[in-house]
């Protein structure tokens, strides 16, 4: 973040480490949150190790990204 806003808001994306991803996106969408990327597997290409993530998107208020995640 800055001082300043961007068309998208203070805050660009920012990201969560939850337990249970559907639950965290559910409750951002009750919570008035728009939905991005529903809740989906995404393996990832990294080094040491590859990993998968359990990962969802919704846009925020002010239209920040938020992202819910969980290392499967």
């Known amino acids: 973040g800055s001082d300043e806003y961007s068309v998208k ?3 660009n994306h920012f990201a969560m480490g939850v337990d249970n991803v559907d639950e965290a996106y559910q ?3 009750d919570a008035g949150f728009k939905p ?3 809740p989906k ?3 990832l290409e990294s080094t040491p ?3 998968t993530l359990n990962v969802a998107f919704v ?3 002010d239209g920040e990204e938020a992202e819910f995640f ?3």
């Open 9 to 11: 808001g203070k805050w």
């Open 27 to 29: 409750i951002a969408l």
């Open 36 to 38: 991005l990327i529903a």
């Open 41 to 43: 597997f995404a393996p």
């Open 49 to 51: 190790k590859k990993i």
């Open 59 to 61: 846009t925020g208020p």
């Open 70 to 72: 969980r290392i499967v």
